[in-house]
């Protein structure tokens, strides 16, 4: 399984090509899963379906050496819960649609960043070829209505977050010396960390031992951005 985020972006470069800001678009979603300290077979999924705006900043050294930063902000439309047990499917729950169909807004919001290191190639002018490894993570937050408080017996919120190693490949063409065109596919492989704010029906203590027994579980992000 994987996060797929499909980002559209401005791309301006400096003078000599050396350094880059992006301001990408972003469309995409994450994935993470969890285990319990209890019961082996049991494992939880969350997949956020996202859009969002980023900053993003690259600095070139020497012939080949590139150093970059990617920082995105993003606002999931969808988030959907699978619950199994010995590899049984034995709940699918679309959170967003629950809660629109019941009249109930819901509000998310995630951060995703990554530091990269690795080379840059130019096999001919005016195109950069870019090969980079590095770490990462990001988080979410989710909360099934900001005006409901929290001691609602209608009130969700809930936490994700990740940390892995992001693989990135992308190319790069210059229109001119300040204004380009970038291309790039990042995998990020990593662990994934979920905690439960608040659920209906469940007392502060019920929460607090439910997330004692959860175990950090996978996650992977894939990334396309142009």
Same mark, same amino acid.
């Given at each position: 399984?994987?996060?797929?985020?499909?980002?559209?972006?401005?791309? !301006? #470069?400096?003078?000599?090509?050396? /350094? @880059?800001?992006?301001? $990408?678009? =972003? %469309?995409?979603?994450?994935?993470?899963?969890? +285990?319990?300290?209890?019961?082996?077979?049991?494992?939880?999924?969350?997949?956020?379906?996202?859009?969002?705006?980023?900053?993003?900043?690259?600095?070139?050294?020497?012939? !080949? #050496?590139?150093?970059?930063?990617? /920082? @995105?902000?993003?606002? $999931?439309? =969808? %988030?959907?819960?699978?619950?199994?047990?010995? +590899?049984?499917?034995?709940?699918?729950?679309?959170?967003?649609?629950?809660?629109?169909?019941?009249?109930?807004?819901?509000?998310?919001?995630?951060?995703?960043?990554?530091? !990269? #290191?690795?080379?840059?190639?130019?096999?001919?002018?005016?195109?950069?070829?870019? %090969?980079?490894?590095?770490?990462?993570?990001? +988080?979410?937050?989710?909360?099934?209505?900001?005006?409901?408080?929290?001691?609602?017996?209608?009130?969700?919120?809930?936490?994700?977050?990740?940390?892995?190693?992001?693989?990135?490949?992308?190319?790069?063409?210059?229109?001119?010396?300040?204004?380009?065109?970038? %291309?790039?596919?990042?995998?990020?492989?990593?662990?994934?960390?979920?905690?439960?704010?608040?659920?209906?029906?469940?007392?502060?203590?019920?929460?607090?031992?439910?997330?004692?027994?959860?175990?950090?579980?996978?996650?992977?992000?894939?990334?396309?951005?142009?």
């Amino acid at each position: 399984m994987f996060v797929f985020l499909c980002v559209f972006s401005t791309v !301006l #470069f400096a003078e000599e090509k050396r /350094n @880059r800001i992006t301001i $990408p678009f =972003s %469309v995409g979603s994450y994935y993470g899963s969890e +285990g319990s300290a209890v019961l082996d077979s049991y494992r939880g999924i969350m997949k956020n379906t996202s859009v969002g705006l980023g900053f993003d900043g690259s600095q070139k050294f020497g012939k !080949l #050496f590139l150093l970059s930063v990617e /920082n @995105r902000f993003l606002f $999931p439309v =969808s %988030v959907k819960q699978f619950v199994f047990n010995d +590899g049984s499917l034995l709940q699918s729950v679309d959170v967003t649609k629950t809660l629109k169909d019941a009249n109930i807004k819901s509000f998310s919001i995630g951060y995703s960043t990554n530091i !990269l #290191f690795g080379a840059s190639f130019t096999p001919i002018t005016n195109l950069n070829i870019n %090969v980079q490894a590095g770490i990462g993570g990001g +988080g979410y937050f989710f909360l099934s209505d900001p005006i409901l408080p929290c001691d609602s017996d209608s009130c969700i919120s809930f936490w994700s977050a990740s940390v892995g190693v992001p693989l990135k490949v992308g190319l790069e063409y210059f229109f001119t010396k300040l204004v380009g065109l970038s %291309v790039s596919i990042v995998d990020r492989l990593g662990v994934n960390f979920t905690g439960v704010l608040s659920l209906p029906g469940m007392t502060a203590a019920m929460i607090d031992e439910a997330n004692k027994n959860s175990k950090p579980g996978f996650s992977n992000e894939f990334t396309f951005n142009i």
